[in-house]
């Protein structure tokens, strides 16, 4: 199935590894011309490597950090001179750090609403005019399985990306006349450095072997098996698509039947 993709521009957030680095393959699998960054210029490079050695396709290096203004800017910028156009945004950040609510401090609160909130606003401000001048345009936010069922000692995750998908619904509405979408993916337990990362919190909170606390996780989902990060890549394609133009407004779950409510 041809997705329409070729020659698109996407800026993928946070792709140095993990969801991030998986959806830049894919969308560049696709044909896209993929922007990725990172704070971490070595690692992005290296990535954006593999990506253009892997797929062939035409992809941008950047050190950006998605808290600061100016980072934003001159990575939208630069991805435009690079492009002359910009179709696609993922915005993807790392995750919080994990706490009760009386273990986090306020400069904790501070740097998870900057990261995750406030990045997700900034960069979305600053592609909306590229949108609006190509004819429309994706937007499509990362969050997390916890906006649909919060999640224990994951207070951070569980208040501030439920503001993202707020702000994701109402965009949706005003964007909508300009052929721009904007939807949500929720990943539930794709394997990456993260999850490693929650099952060894797990393992210490518990006092189990890190392997129990694994077998524990995987045991909870119904499709027996924590997700590839290829998973979630698809599921990103396929919204960026033109496959996908008639959905907006959407939070997507992408977590092997993970969560079991209704809505």
Not at 199 to 208: D, M, P, S
Not at 222 to 242: E, I, K
Request: overall charge neutral.
């Amino acid at each position: 199935m041809d997705l329409g993709l070729t020659g698109k521009v996407a800026i993928v957030a946070a792709s140095s590894r993990g969801l991030g680095k998986a959806a830049a393959m894919g969308l560049a699998a696709e044909g896209a011309r993929v922007v990725m960054c990172s704070r971490n210029e070595v690692a992005v490079t290296k990535a954006a490597d593999e990506v253009r050695d892997t797929t062939k396709a035409e992809v941008l290096a950047l050190s950006a950090d998605v808290t600061k203004v100016e980072d934003v800017r001159r990575l939208v910028r630069a991805a435009a001179d690079q492009f002359g156009a910009l179709n696609i945004l993922l915005n993807n950040a790392g995750g919080p750090p994990v706490g009760r609510f009386e273990e986090i401090t306020d400069e904790q609160w501070q740097a998870s609403y900057e990261l995750n909130l406030l990045s997700t606003i900034r960069l979305t401000r600053e592609v909306i005019p590229h949108m609006r001048k190509a004819g429309g345009g994706r937007i499509i936010n990362v969050v997390s399985i916890a906006v649909k069922e919060p999640i224990e000692n994951l207070i951070l995750s569980n208040a501030i990306r439920a503001g993202v998908v707020g702000m994701a619904k109402t965009l949706a509405s005003e964007l909508g006349k300009d052929q721009i979408t904007v939807n949500n993916i929720c990943p539930g337990r794709i394997f990456t450095e993260r999850i490693r990362n929650l099952i060894v919190e797990r393992a210490r909170r518990q006092g189990i072997p890190y392997e129990e606390a694994k077998a524990a996780g995987q045991a909870d989902i119904p499709l027996g098996r924590y997700g590839d990060p290829q998973d979630f890549a698809n599921v990103v394609t396929f919204l960026a698509s033109d496959r996908a133009s008639y959905i907006t407004g959407t939070t997507l779950l992408v977590d092997g039947g993970l969560y079991r409510g209704l809505m």
